[in-house]
C-alpha cells in the first residue's frame, strides 16, 4: 500500500476542485441532450435498424440467407461473436488488471472502458444465439433438469463458452455496478429534478459516504478485481478453445489461448481509443482524459500488436516445423491463396501499422492515433475472418473446397451490431457519469490525508 | 417532516487532515457510536478508526469453494452417474475437460456473493430511509466536505459536550440531524389499485397472447409452415392434383417379395418352410396367428370362430385334408386367400407366413397325437424333473 506515486506524471492535469470535477462530470447528465447528439444518435440507430431488419428476416427465412455453406459453415456470425467479445476485454484488462498493478491513471478511462466492454459482450452474445436461426432455442444450452432426462454436454468447448461469456457478462455488470454506487449517491445528492432524484435514489440503494462502509466497499472492489483479471483471460481463452479443440489444421494449435488474449486487448485497447477521442472532446473532459491516458493505451496497443505479430510468424514455424502437410498447406494457402487479399490486410494493419507508435510524437498526435487505432480495429477483424474462413474452405477433400462470399444480410447484420454498440454508448454518455466521480476525487492533488503532525 | 428525535449531531470540515484529526479525537475520547463520511476512501483512516479488518474475504472464500465443488460435483454426476455417455473417448469423469466450466461458476458464485454479501450484510442496503439523507450534511460530504457525525445513541452521548467538542476542532458547520417521520402508505390508494389491475391485466394479456397466438405464428412455429406438398395437400403439380402419389408399378416393398404362384388355385411346385421351428419362431407365429387368424379359425384352430355366426365360420384346420397338405399349400391359402378369407399378404411378412405356419403344425400335432407320442413326449418332459 505503501508505494510512492511521487514519480508519477499527476492523473488529473490542471489544477481543478472537487468541485469542479463533480460538475464536470455531471454536466453531460444535467443538460439535455443537444443537437449533436441526436444527429449521431439518428446515424447509430440507423444503423441498428439495418441489423434488425437483417436478423428479422433471418428468423423468418432461416441461415440460408447468409453466405455460408459447405465446406465453411462458420463464418461471419463467430467472426463477429469474436470480434466483440475481443472489443470487451479490455474494459476489464483497465478496470481490473491495472487496477490490482496499482495504476493510478485508469481510474480516468475505468468507468468507460467497463461499460464498452459490458456493451460488447452484449454484442458478441447475440451472434452465438442468432446463429441457429432459431433463437428462442437457445434455452436448451443451459442445463436444468427436462422430460429428455438429459445434460448439456459439459466437456464441449461451445458450453464452456456459454458459462464464459455469461459469467463474464455477469461479473463485468456487477462489477461496473459496484463502482457505480458511490457516484449514484453523488448524483442523487446534486440533483434538482425530483424523477432523477427517485432513480439515482433506487440505484444507489442508500449509499451514505460512511467510511465504515467504504472499508468494505474497497475490500470488495479488489476482491472483484482479482476474480476479474483470471476472468478476462479465461473467456478468451475458451472462446479460442472452439477453434483450438477441433481438429481442424489452422484451428488445432496450443498458441491460440495466448494469441487471442493478446489480440482481444489489442482490439480492446483500439476501440477505448477510438471512442475515448471523441468523448473527451465533446465532454470536455480533456483535464481527466488526458494525452497521457492516451498515449499509455497506445503504448500498450504498440505490444499487444507486436504479440499478434508473434503470433503469426510463430504459426508460419510451426507449421513448418511440425512436417504435417496439412498443416503447412493450410498455412501457405492463408498467405498465398484465394483468400491472400484478407490475410495481407490483416498483417499490415496489426502489425505494420502499429509499429509506427514507436514514435513519441505519433503516439501524442491524435489524428495520427485515430488513423491507426480504425485500421487497428480493421485488421482484428480480418484475424478473426482470416482464421475462420481460410481454414474452413478448403478442407482434406479437394472435392468440397469453396469460396465464403458473404449476403447483404451478413453485412447488415454486421452493421447492425456496430449500430447496436454505438448506441449504447451514446445513450450511456447521457444517463451515467462517464468517469468513475469519487475514484477520480480520490486521486486529485490533496485528496489524500497527509498524515503528518498528531499522534497517528 | 422530521420529529424531535435526535439522530445524531455532524461537524463538517473542509480539508482531508481536519477529518482525521477530528476522528483520532473522537475515537480518543471514547466515542464507539460515531461515522466519518467521505466523498471518497481516505487512506488511513481505518488506523485512525481503530476499524478491524474486513472479513468480507471470509465471504468470497467459502461461496467460492462451494461454487468448485457445485460445479465438479454437479458435471460429475451429470455425466458419469445420471446419464453416462462417452463422448469423444473422453472418460465419464473428464476432469480435464470440467476445468474451464468449474473455474466459471467459482467466479460466477464468489463474486455475486462478495457483492451480495458486502450490500445485503454489511450495509444492510436498500435503506434509503435513513436519517442522515437528505440533509445539507449528506450533500456536502458526498461532494468536497468532509464529515464526521456522532450518534445520540452512544453511551457517552451529550449533545452539549459534542458540540463543544466540534468547535473545538473548528468544524466549519455544526448541525443536528433527527429522524424523520415515519411515512405511512395507504395500499388501498385508488392510484395504487389502478396500477395493480392494470399490470394484472397487461400480465395475463401478454401471457395468452404468448401462448395461444404467438407460438403458432411465423417465425415462432417451428417451420411449420414450409413451400413443400405435404401428403394430405393439394399439388399444382400434378394433373389429379393429390399430394400424395401412388408407387409406380412394379415397386416391390421391403420384405414383401411378390408370390409366384398368386391368383392360381393352388402351387404348381409348393413351396417349403425355410424356417427352423426354433423357440422363437413358434412364439413369433403364435403371436401373429393370436392376432390374424384365431378370430375365425378360433385361438387352436378348431375353426369356432369367436363372431358368434356374424361371419361363415371357417373350415377346421385339424382336418385331415389339411393335415396332409404340404407347408406350401397353406403358404398358398394365406397369400392367395380362399373362398371369403381374403389374402393376408399385406399383413403378415414373408416369415411370418412360415413363422405361422410352424405354429399351426405345432397346433395340429398337439391335437391329434397319438398315445404313444404323447408317452414319448412325457419321457422328454418328465426327464427334467426331479427323480
Not at chain 1, 208 to 230: C, D, I, V
Not at chain 1, 342 to 351: H, R
Not at chain 1, 359 to 364: V, Y
Not at chain 2, 108 to 117: D, E, P
Amino acid at each position: 500500500m505503501n508505494i510512492d506515486y511521487s514519480q508519477e506524471l499527476p492523473v488529473i492535469e490542471g489544477r481543478i476542485t472537487l468541485a469542479d470535477i463533480d460538475r464536470l462530470i455531471a454536466k453531460p447528465l444535467d443538460e439535455k441532450p443537444d443537437r449533436k447528439f441526436f444527429i449521431a444518435l439518428s446515424i447509430t440507430l440507423t444503423l441498428l435498424l439495418i441489423g434488425a431488419i437483417s436478423v428479422t428476416y433471418l428468423f423468418f427465412n432461416g441461415t440460408g440467407v447468409w453466405g455460408l455453406n459447405q465446406p465453411v459453415g462458420w463464418a461471419f456470425d463467430i467472426t463477429n461473436f469474436v470480434f466483440w467479445v475481443g472489443i470487451g476485454h479490455a474494459g476489464t484488462l483497465i478496470s481490473a488488471v491495472l487496477y490490482l498493478l496499482r495504476q493510478k491513471w485508469r481510474t480516468g478511462i475505468a468507468r468507460f472502458a467497463e461499460a464498452m466492454t459490458i456493451f460488447a459482450v452484449m454484442c458478441a452474445g447475440i451472434f452465438p444465439i442468432i446463429h441457429t436461426g432459431r433463437p428462442w432455442l437457445a434455452g436448451y444450452l443451459t442445463p436444468y433438469p427436462n422430460q429428455h432426462g438429459l445434460w448439456v454436454n459439459f466437456t464441449s468447448p461451445l458450453v464452456w463458452d456459454v458459462f464464459a461469456v455469461s459469467t463474464y457478462f455477469t461479473v463485468s455488470l456487477v462489477f461496473w455496478y459496484v463502482g457505480l454506487i458511490p457516484d449514484f449517491g453523488v448524483l442523487r445528492d446534486r440533483t434538482a429534478s425530483k424523477l432523477k432524484k427517485v432513480i439515482y435514489s433506487v440505484f444507489s440503494l442508500g449509499w451514505r459516504n460512511s467510511h465504515r462502509n467504504w472499508q468494505h466497499y474497497e475490500k470488495a472492489y479488489m476482491l472483484l478485481a482479482g476474480f476479474a483479471t483470471p476472468l478476462v483471460l479465461s473467456v478468451h481463452t475458451i472462446v479460442s478453445f472452439d477453434f483450438a479443440v477441433s481438429i481442424i489444421p489452422g484451428w488445432h494449435t496450443t498458441i491460440f489461448p495466448p494469441y487471442f488474449v493478446a489480440g482481444a486487448i489489442f482490439s480492446g485497447f483500439a476501440m477505448v481509443v477510438t471512442v475515448l477521442i471523441f468523448v473527451r472532446k465533446v465532454f470536455d473532459l480533456q483535464e481527466i482524459i488526458t494525452l497521457n491516458h492516451l498515449e499509455k493505451m497506445n503504448k500498450i496497443i504498440l505490444v499487444t500488436g507486436s504479440m499478434v505479430g508473434y503470433a503469426y510468424g510463430m504459426e508460419f514455424f510451426i507449421a513448418w516445423y511440425s512436417g504435417n502437410p496439412f498443416e503447412q498447406f493450410v498455412f501457405i494457402n492463408r498467405a498465398f491463396g484465394p483468400y491472400a487479399w484478407a490475410y495481407w490486410i490483416m498483417v499490415s494493419c496489426n502489425v505494420i501499422i502499429p509499429q509506427l507508435f514507436w514514435f513519441k510524437k505519433i503516439r501524442r498526435t491524435i489524428p495520427a492515433m485515430l488513423v491507426i487505432v480504425i485500421f487497428v480495429n480493421v485488421g482484428m477483424w480480418f484475424e478473426r475472418f482470416v482464421i475462420t474462413v481460410t481454414s474452413l474452405h478448403r478442407d482434406f477433400l479437394p472435392s468440397s473446397w469453396g469460396y465464403f462470399i458473404p449476403t447483404i444480410v451478413d453485412i447488415g447484420t454486421l452493421i447492425g451490431s456496430f449500430g447496436l454498440f454505438f448506441t449504447l454508448v451514446l445513450l450511456f454518455t447521457k444517463t451515467l457519469p462517464v468517469v468513475a466521480m469519487s475514484e477520480i476525487k480520490a486521486v486529485a492533488e490533496g485528496a489524500q490525508p497527509s498524515h503528518h503532525g498528531g499522534d497517528h | 417532516m422530521s420529529t424531535n428525535k435526535l439522530f445524531g449531531i455532524t461537524a463538517l470540515f473542509n480539508t482531508p487532515d481536519e477529518l482525521v484529526h477530528a476522528a483520532a479525537k473522537v475515537n480518543e475520547l471514547g466515542y464507539k457510536n460515531y461515522d466519518v463520511h467521505t466523498p471518497y476512501p481516505l487512506h488511513g483512516m481505518d488506523s485512525v478508526m481503530k476499524l478491524k479488518p474486513s472479513k468480507l474475504g471470509y465471504i468470497t472464500l467459502s461461496f467460492g469453494l462451494s461454487g468448485a465443488a457445485f460445479a465438479l460435483l454437479f458435471m460429475y454426476w451429470a455425466m458419469s452417474l445420471d446419464y453416462p455417455m462417452i463422448i469423444g473417448g473422453k472418460p465419464f469423469f473428464a476432469l480435464p475437460a470440467f476445468v474451464p466450466i468449474t473455474f466459471e461458476v467459482t467466479v460466477l458464485f464468489a463474486t455475486l456473493a462478495t457483492v451480495i454479501g458486502m450490500l445485503a450484510f454489511y450495509f444492510k442496503f436498500p435503506s434509503n430511509s435513513h436519517p442522515l439523507h437528505d440533509t445539507p450534511y449528506m450533500k456536502a460530504v458526498s461532494g468536497d466536505k468532509y464529515g464526521v457525525c456522532i450518534e445520540a445513541d452512544d453511551k457517552i452521548f451529550d449533545s452539549e459536550k459534542v458540540k463543544a467538542l466540534f468547535n473545538e476542532l473548528h468544524a466549519k458547520e455544526i448541525s443536528e440531524v433527527f429522524y424523520p417521520a415515519i411515512e405511512v402508505a395507504n395500499i388501498f390508494e385508488p392510484k395504487f389499485i389502478t396500477l395493480l389491475v392494470l399490470i394484472g391485466l397487461l400480465t395475463s394479456g401478454a401471457t395468452y397472447v404468448t401462448l395461444n397466438k404467438l407460438i403458432y405464428m411465423t417465425p415462432f412455429d417451428w417451420m411449420m409452415n414450409q413451400n413443400k406438398v405435404n401428403a394430405q395437400s393439394k399439388s399444382l403439380f400434378y394433373a389429379d392434383g393429390f399430394g400424395m402419389r401412388k408407387p409406380v408399378d412394379g415397386t416391390v416393398a421391403r420384405n414383401f417379395i411378390p408370390y409366384e404362384y398368386k391368383g392360381l388355385a393352388a402351387p404348381v411346385v409348393p413351396l417349403s418352410n425355410p424356417l427352423t421351428p426354433t423357440n422363437e419362431v413358434l412364439n413369433l407365429g403364435k403371436k401373429r396367428f393370436l392376432t390374424f387368424c384365431s378370430p375365425c379359425h378360433g385361438n387352436f384352430g378348431d375353426g369356432d370362430s369367436r363372431l358368434r355366426g356374424q361371419f361363415p365360420n371357417p373350415p377346421s384346420l385339424h382336418s385331415e385334408k389339411v393335415r396332409g397338405w404340404l407347408d406350401g399349400n397353406i403358404y398358398h391359402v394365406i397369400v392367395n386367400g380362399q373362398n371369403v378369407m381374403p389374402s393376408y399378404s399385406s399383413q403378415l411378412s414373408r416369415d411370418e407366413r412360415w413363422a405361422v405356419i410352424h405354429y399351426i403344425r405345432a397346433l395340429q400335432k398337439a391335437k391329434n397325437a397319438s398315445p404313444l407320442e404323447i408317452l414319448e413326449a412325457k419321457k422328454e418332459t418328465s426327464s427334467n424333473v426331479a427323480p
